[in-house]
């Protein structure tokens, strides 16, 4: 059965470790993440997501953040991303990503930490494999099965 989720940003950054900023496409190159991202290359942590209601909770607490600000490289809606299995596949376009993690450790003082005070990335961010490449936007369809 297809779950369908949507994209609300797409968001990338020159350099680790700093908020990124939204960009209206962006191409997944098979086996390296985002062209023009950082965090891009031969690794398992290619694309980062975070769903956009993870980003709610964290402004419920009074900080003023948007999206791209926890460093994800695509905010989602409408899926928990964090209860998607190890190995999860998501349709995104073209594109087809693996999850490959789940949360991760944080950098002590990270500039995004340092920024909004707390990170929600380490706790629901996962992380994908690009499997199949393809030019992915906002208006991309996008599922994955369970």
Not at 60 to 73: T, V, W, Y
Request: contains cysteine; proline residues 3%.
């Amino acid at each position: 059965m297809k779950h369908r989720f949507r994209i609300l940003s797409i968001n990338i950054s020159e350099k680790k470790g700093i908020p990124k900023k939204p960009i209206s496409s962006v191409f997944l190159k098979k086996d390296h993440g985002i062209l023009g991202d950082a965090h891009a290359g031969d690794w398992e942590r290619q694309v980062s997501l975070l769903a956009s209601e993870d980003i709610d909770t964290m402004k419920k607490s009074g900080l003023d953040i948007g999206f791209g600000d926890f460093a994800e490289n695509i905010t989602t809606e409408g899926v928990e991303l964090s209860s998607l299995p190890l190995g999860s596949i998501l349709y995104i376009g073209d594109a087809i990503l693996e999850v490959s993690q789940i949360g991760k450790e944080c950098h002590k003082g990270c500039a995004i930490k340092k920024a909004v005070g707390d990170c929600v990335m380490p706790r629901k961010g996962i992380f994908a494999k690009v499997l199949k490449g393809g030019k992915i936007s906002c208006e991309s369809s996008c599922y994955y099965d369970l």
